[in-house]
């Protein structure tokens, strides 16, 4: 049992270390570019093996140099390949059992590639690797095989991975070496599937997501491995065009057959969007059609979100402007798994007949969409598209991805489907099956997205219902470095080439608008309780929308990151992961409190011993070109478009202050309707009006307001089960899509936060509970613990500006205000009328018919985002009977 369990070396200490070294009964393949590199390997293997046990076994069949020189305990064995398969493997087993009864257990075998030269298929050199390997594991040796890379068909790398113990990838870059573990049995470390560079004979991991993305990249330009021979019209046009480069084409100068061979080509990876099709018409390459090619699992589309992230990396690097953008943004490093899987997918596992049946339904319940989910996770992929997901995984070891949905109609030019269809990391830690089990089964619930209530609601709200629905997906690397046992990005956030929420008369809407967070940005395209992002106006970084002695209460306090040693997304404190000090470049993120006030020491970094800390991003801003990089970023992008756009990046600062961003993700931003000047009414009498704002967001005039679903902050205050508060949050819902209302306009108020999944700051209801509003408003209510946040920039604020939804954040406590709380929780409600049996809840929500209890008079609200200010009041019966 001891001799099973025991530890042997590969005559390297330091790749022991990455592999916990071998076990009796491993087969090793090394995956190389030349001989030379399997020799660096094989040749201390040898050494370390004689020198412990006395001898080693070369079985030599090759006619390419030894890749062990002769020398004292070296025992070679030739074998005639030319012989055929079956005279050959026999052969060699019969010398394997012969040496390993006489006591040999290290074997070195010449480079299998060769054997492809003598039986002219990958298939028998998969079969020969089949058969040896577990007769050498049941003489428990330890053997060294190679295999040039790019050299065999995909199916016998898998049956040669699918057989072997070991299997690591190794290359060069620049003259420099690298290995990356692919696959090791029965063994697992965090680092161990990373690749590793060799520093002065050590083997170290590479941990930042940008250098392992140029590494990846560079090593290995075919990462799926699979070769596509079809008749299919993407195949015939991309072998046509492939025919067109390799005769020398001019790719800038293209032929008319060959422009319209990549018009074609554009249209079948993207879509028939026009807006985007003459963006890639105008800046990609076929070069960036090939690459795409390479990095596409199955077939069919790319989808929205890829083509948007692709084609403004393309638009940066080839426009010009104040930044070379080559030199600041970092290699994507995606994947894209084709639209032609997903609609696979649900045939196969006989999912396209409910498809069908929901699509023309939007009122599916959330607990009948978890049923459906499970119906998905219980589904499978086909034998091609599982190896394509295996070698993908391979690619990136043990770095954590994202998996995004990339619908074709997704952040296209008319829908953005912001937040809509589900998007989750993954930690991807663990042995090569237990990271694909996380993958498929995060794959598939994206693949149920598109059937969620939001998503049903939006596609009706869109008049999309019919509408092609392509679910692709991309697969990007999570920007960012380990920090202890967590990986997160120093840096992320959106960026708007628009600022609809310009605080200071000084600040210039048309240069932007910058949501900014430390860790994964997953916190500023959320509404997360009782947190804050910094808001940060590309024409005046330095204005902030609070005042100083308030800036340490509105600051991002908890962050989201993932957690490695767990494998898993978590939200932890800022202080608990930064409360050793340590922190890379620190001082450019956060700064010291003094008597609640911040404050950033000249001349010093932050440490352990700084005390208490707040992110303010300040020295970021001060000291660095990050708002002068996005400023820059957003204008080109915008000027390309021809629209004003949204955008998602991370980004990382060096000791030395020079920054790099990641953009992953770049769609139209979608305006509020221009109006004409409004003015607010100065002569409304005080019984007429119903409530006042003083911080609006956009311009807009609703007239005809027949309805107030009210959520009452002191009767939701005093519901103490939770259960009760997220019925409150269901009862929205179906008033919202209640049919006597949804003819009418409708005005929704309450408590806190719309939309927060923590019920005890604001009400737990979503776009699909909410799409039939005009106005939402959420009122600040300071006895009760809840406040708005004007979250300008999450995909709740998106979905309330693309529906032109008026957002409106309302205190009742201040005189300005004007709330008339007589009205609202006085007038009688039709609640019970509406919806007969809701009246355990009545306290808490009321329904006011405003013409009922008004005498025929209907509500008009005006906001004016110039004066900052907005009035909702009551008009006459005769003024109102013709606003409707």
Sequence with gaps: MEMETARISSGIPSLDR??????????????????????????????????????????????????????????????????????????????????????????????LSALVDQWATDELLANFFQVTCPFLGELNTVAYFALLRGRHANRAVARIRDTTQVLVDVYRIQG????????????????????HSEENGDWEPVFRSGEAADISAQARRHPLR?????????????????????????????????????QEGVRMLIGGDPALNRLADAYFTLEDLFAIRERLIGTGRIGGKSSGMLLARKILQETRGKTDFSRVLEHHDSFYIGSDVFFTFLVDNNLFRLRLQL???????????????????????????????????DYFGQAPIIVRSSSLLEDSFGNAFAGKYRSDFCANQGGPEQRLENFLRTVKLVYASTLSPDVLTYRHKRGLGESDEQMAILLQRVSGHPYRHYFFPSLAGVAFSRNLYAWSERIDPLQGLVRLVFGLGTREVNRVPDDYPRMIAVSHPQIRPEAGGRIAHYSQRQMDLLDIAGNRFLTLAVAEV???????????????????????????????????????????????????????????LENAYGHPVDTEFTASVSKAGQVRINLLQCRPLWLPTQLAALRLPEDVPADRVLFGAQRVVNPA??????????????????????????????????????????????????????????????????????????????????????????????????????????????????????FNQT??????????????????????????????????????????????????????????????
């Design 701 to 818: 005039l609703v007239e005809g307001i027949r309805y107030v679903i009210y959520v009452d902050p002191q009767g939701y205050g005093d519901l103490q089960e939770e259960s009760l508060r997220r019925e409150v949050g269901r009862l929205v819902g179906r008033l919202n899509r209640h049919p006597q209302l949804q003819k009418e306009k409708l005005l929704f108020m309450g408590p806190g936060r719309w939309g927060s999944n923590n019920i005890y700051l604001g009400i737990n209801a979503g776009y699909a509970d909410l799409n039939n509003a005009s106005i939402l408003v959420e009122l600040a209510c300071e006895k009760e613990g809840q406040f708005p946040e004007v979250s300008y920039g999450t995909h709740f604020f998106q979905d309330l500006v693309e529906s032109e939804i008026t957002y409106l954040p309302v205190y009742p406590d201040l005189p300005q205000d004007r």
């Design 578 to 636: 930064l409360e050793n000090g340590g922190y890379p470049q620190l001082q450019y993120f956060a700064s010291e409190l003094l008597e609640g006030i911040p404050y950033d020491p000249p001349y010093r970094t932050l440490s352990a011993e700084s005390g208490e800390r707040v992110l303010t991003f300040n020295r970021l801003l001060e000291k660095t070109p990050f708002v002068p990089y996005l400023r820059d970023l957003l204008q080109r």
């Design 359 to 393: 699509t023309s339904n939007s009122s599916l319940s959330w607990e009948e969409f978890a049923e459906i989910e499970q119906e998905f996770l219980a589904g499978s992929f086909p034998a091609e598209i599982m190896d394509q997901f295996r070698n993908m995984l």
């Design 176 to 195: 420099k070496m690298y290995i990356h573990p692919l696959k090791v049995w029965d063994r697992y470390s965090p680092q161990m599937f990373l690749p």
């Design 226 to 262: 699979v070769a596509r021979y079809s008749s299919a019209p993407w195949e015939t046009v991309y072998m046509k065009l492939l025919q067109y480069w390799e005769r020398g084409g001019d790719p800038r100068d293209l032929t008319p057959e060959a422009r319209a061979l990549k």
């Design 823 to 884: 009205f609202f929780q006085e007038s009688p409600s039709v609640l019970e009328t509406l919806l007969p049996g809701s009246g355990a809840l009545q306290e808490a929500v009321r329904v006011i018919d405003i013409a009922a209890v008004s005498g025929g008079a209907l509500a008009r609200m005006v906001a004016d985002p110039r004066s900052g200010r907005a009035l909702c009041y009551l008009v006459p019966g005769e003024e109102a009977a013709g606003t409707r």
């Design 18 to 111: 990455v592999l916990d070294g071998f076990r009796l009964g491993d087969n090793v393949v090394w995956q190389v570019d030349c001989l030379e590199d399997y020799c660096f390997f094989t040749e201390p293997f040898a050494a370390e093996a004689i020198e412990s046990s006395g001898h080693c076994v070369y079985l030599r069949f090759a006619s390419h140099p030894p890749v062990v020189q002769p020398r004292p305990g070296l025992i070679i064995k030739e074998v005639n390949p030319g012989q055929g398969f079956a005279h050959v493997t026999a052969e060699m087993h019969r010398l394997i059992q012969e040496q390993a009864e006489a006591g040999a257990r290290y074997f070195v075998l010449d480079n």
